[in-house]
């Protein structure tokens, strides 16, 4: 019989929660990623669950890899990669082939999660460290520990008790610019794409068209993120991501607030010596 191997299993493979995934990684933990069927990260070519779309996606040099069952998950971590399997209710965490030492929620919902686990659980008793990251999570109530996700003093800090900062619906500055920065849908509708990720932008240029309207960009940048063309989009959805900062390399690279938050779950991980000398096995 097959051993089982040990998992931290993440819910979500968007850029916050990518970075989680690096840093686990790259300690030599294993890590499973669950998403939806049509993930929604703008920030997609910095995403893991970029995967669902391509099959395949390398962020920083770890490949990621869309797989459909607990044995084609194990096979892809035999290879150095992480699985990507389409579960929105995260029901590999039942599969006997997988150890899951801990899940991490970082859907980032910014609501807590639902009441029971795939196992008939609560998500508390579904592994031995449940974490979530940001809003919507009550350390000691509906997880174990929480991660702060709100950029400042305490960004990636680890809480044991009580929750992390309320969401403020303001996007972090950068370089002076907060929500002017954020691309949102101005209809509902198909998202059709009319720039590239990565590119330089000019102030006013057109970066995207929904239902006869042109998203334009607000002020010069480069075009950090862009929801996948052909996508159903709602009125006021997040589309794009523009940075000021005119460095490319921002597009391409995992943000420090996304490797804080992934200093924050490691930090977390190893807090227990019980549970440290089993995530490696």
Not at 117 to 126: I, K, N, T, Y
Not at 218 to 234: C, D, K, M, T
Request: overall charge neutral; glycine content about 12%; some cysteine.
């Amino acid at each position: 019989m097959t051993a089982r191997r040990a998992v931290v299993l993440l819910r979500g493979g968007g850029d916050l929660a990518s970075g989680v995934a690096l840093r686990l990684h790259r300690v030599g933990l294993g890590v499973v990623i669950t998403e939806i069927p049509q993930p929604l990260a703008v920030r997609r070519l910095v995403s893991f669950c970029e995967a669902v779309y391509r099959g395949e996606i390398a962020v920083e040099g770890v490949s990621a890899r869309r797989v459909d069952d607990a044995s084609a998950a194990l096979n892809a971590l035999a290879e150095g990669k992480i699985p990507v399997l389409v579960d929105p209710a995260g029901e590999i965490c039942a599969a006997p082939q997988l150890d899951v030492r801990a899940v991490v929620d970082a859907r980032m919902l910014k609501r807590p999660p639902e009441p029971q686990s795939p196992l008939g659980l609560p998500w508390m008793q579904a592994a031995p460290l449940f974490i979530g990251l940001g809003p919507g999570f009550v350390a000691g109530e509906n997880c174990h520990a929480v991660i702060e996700t709100q950029r400042g003093h305490f960004l990636g800090r680890v809480l044991w008790q009580g929750a992390p900062e309320a969401d403020t619906g303001i996007p972090g500055a950068v370089a002076r610019f907060r929500g002017e920065r954020v691309l949102r849908a101005p209809a509902d509708g198909v998202l059709n794409n009319l720039c590239t990720i990565g590119a330089r932008v000019q102030a006013g240029e057109p970066i995207a068209e929904v239902a006869g309207e042109i998203v334009a960009a607000p002020f010069e940048g480069i075009l950090r993120g862009l929801l996948h063309s052909g996508l159903p989009v709602q009125k006021g959805l997040k589309i794009g991501d523009v940075d000021p900062r005119l460095d490319e390399r921002l597009a391409m690279t995992v943000s420090e607030k996304s490797l804080a938050i992934g200093g924050g779950v490691l930090e977390a991980l190893l807090t227990s010596p019980a549970l440290r000398a089993t995530l490696w096995n």
